[in-house]
Each structure stands twice: as C-alpha cells, then as structure tokens.
C-alpha cells in the first residue's frame, strides 16, 4: 500500500497529470451534484417530455374529455402539447385502451386526420424507448459516464504500468530490511525477544512511518512501538532527513519512552537539539550502535545494523541517505 501511494504521489506532481485527474473528479462531482444533490426540476412543461406511459394516460384523458364534452378546439390543442409523440402515443393507446372505448378511440383519431389534415403517423415506437428531451438527456448522461470510466480505468492502467518498472525508495527499503540477517540473541546469553523487527529508511521515503505491535505467542497485546521522521534540514523534495524518532509504548504504563536519533551534524548543532531536547534524549547515529528504550515492565533495544549519509552541498554528515534498524523487545526485569 505504501509504494502504491508514493507512485500516485509522485505522478499527482505532473502538472498534466493532476489537471486530467481533477477535470475528470470535477465531472463526476458535477453528475452526482445535478442528478442526486440539486437535480433538474420541470415546471410548465408539456405532455412531450413524460415517459411513454403517461403520455398514454394523458392522451386517454384528452379522449375521455372529447367525448364528454364535445370541445374540438381544446381537444386538439391538447393533440398538439404531445408533439412529435402523438401519433406513436395514439397506436400504443388501441394496445391499451384502459376505460377507453374502442370505438371512441377510432372516432377520436378519424377527428384528428380531418382537423390536421393528414393521417396519424402510426409507426409504433421502439420497446422502452424514451421521448423528446428526456431520451437525450439519458443517453447523454450515459455516455459521460461510460467515457469518465474508461478514462478512469485506462489512467490507472497507465499508472501502474509506469510504476511497475519503477524502484521507489519504498521497495528499496522493504528489500534491504528483508535481506538482512536477523541477529540470534541466544547466541549471546540472551532470551528469544518478544518480537524483533527489521526496518530501513531509504532517501526519498518521505512518508517514512511505521510502527509494530507488540503481542505475547498467546495473542495478548501489551503495547506497540515504531519509528518515524522527527527532523529534516535544507529546502526540497526529497527530504533530507536529519533525526528519526523511535518510541515505545506499553499498554500498562501512561508515559511512552522516546529517543531521538540525530546525525552527526545535527547532534552537533546547538539550534537543532534546542529544537528536539522536548522529544527525548538526544542520541547521535553511529554504525553498530545500541539504543535502549524502558517502560515499565518492557524493554526495547534499537540496534543501528547499517548507516550511510548522503552527499551534496549541505554539511557532511548531515542527513541520512539509508538508516536500517532492528528493534527486539523483552520483558523488563524487576527487583
């Protein structure tokens, strides 16, 4: 998931890239905000728009008033508002006639052939076919969004595409904490730890976070504990990061045991370490080196497995082009 989000992150700092994304986020945004939020309301509108079965309802109305009241002029006026559906509305209607009589249907038809002058066109609309406007609004809409998912589809495609060929700072670390031997502790006197983590902070993994539990082989939880940027000195991308953070928390003890582990120049620089002193004791990074953090009834031991710093125009030693760490955790001792 990490390396996913640093490839979006990196193609999201293409100009064109993030004007084609946003356009298509503000096409669908638009969609659901005109049909779902704020959709289009019809006032004073005509007979023409509505769906094929309530023009046949409106069309078995305007019959039902002829016959009663003999009145041609509004009888044909309400003929005129089905507009282009009136003669494909008149052949559904003898399919369904409803409280029509068939006979009076007829006898309403041969009136408007003589009122208009020409025969009723009877060619019978196609099954489910939507009229006027409304059937151009349906396909329209259907369209964008069959085209905003294909465009869709086929960016992410792209992306990954491109990313699957690409070794990002985060698939760089992930490899080097997994080809890094585990250090056997009962080698040395000592009891298998909890449990022991390898991790790396490459240049370029600015998102550089992570943290473990810390569980019993029973599955009881008894606390966490983790690593993550806490400095960074000099201006741009990628960060040039200068002091990591390394915690630890135990679910029976209220205060979180931290230490900050600097680079050489930093650990040097009065501004710096007046800057981090609140987060914690202050260590300086070097190869080999052993950090202990203590809870109450835990203890975690950070030992630096590998440090290179990188190269450029600020000071020597000044910020970190690789970092791997492994952490163990034991139960403290008590007296």
Not at 210 to 236: A, P, R
Request: charged letters at 20%; hydrophobic letters at 45%.
């Amino acid at each position: 998931m990490e390396a996913i989000l640093a490839i979006v992150k990196n193609n999201l700092k293409k100009p064109v890239v993030a004007i084609v994304l946003g356009a298509a986020l503000g096409l669908i945004l638009g969609l659901i905000l005109g049909w779902l939020v704020w959709p289009v309301e019809y006032t004073d509108g005509t007979p023409e728009i509505l769906r094929a079965d309530l023009q046949r309802d409106y069309l078995r109305m305007t019959i039902d008033s002829y016959n009663r009241t003999g009145d041609v002029d509004a009888a044909m006026k309400r003929w005129d508002n089905l507009g282009a559906a009136a003669g494909s509305t008149f052949v559904g209607l003898q399919n369904d006639l409803g409280y029509l009589d068939a006979a009076k249907v007829r006898e309403f038809g041969q009136l408007v052939q003589s009122v208009k002058g020409a025969p009723i066109q009877t060619a019978a609309p196609e099954p489910g076919a939507l009229s006027g406007f409304s059937s151009l609004i349906f396909y329209a809409a259907i369209a964008v969004v069959a085209l905003l998912i294909g465009a869709g589809a086929l960016f992410v495609l792209r992306l990954f595409r491109r990313g699957s060929g690409t070794v990002t700072p985060v698939m760089q670390a992930t490899e080097i904490s997994r080809n890094i031997e585990r250090t056997d502790y009962q080698k040395h006197g000592l009891a298998p730890p909890i449990t022991q983590t390898m991790t790396t902070y490459v240049y370029g993994y600015d998102l550089y976070d992570e943290s473990f539990s810390i569980d019993t082989q029973g599955g009881k939880y008894l606390g966490e504990y983790g690593v993550g940027i806490c400095e960074k000195i000099g201006v741009g991308e990628p960060k040039k990061v200068a002091a990591l953070e390394v915690w630890l928390f135990e679910e029976n003890d209220i205060k979180t045991a931290t230490k900050v582990l600097m680079s050489e120049h930093a650990y040097n620089d009065p501004t710096i370490r007046a800057k981090l002193e609140p987060k914690g004791e202050l260590i300086p990074l070097k190869p080999g080196g052993e950090i202990l953090l203590e809870t109450a009834n835990l203890q975690l031991l950070a030992t630096v497995v590998d440090l290179e710093y990188g190269m450029g125009s600020l000071p020597a030693n000044s910020y970190f082009q690789r970092v791997t760490l492994e952490f163990a955790i034991w139960p403290r001792a008590t007296h």
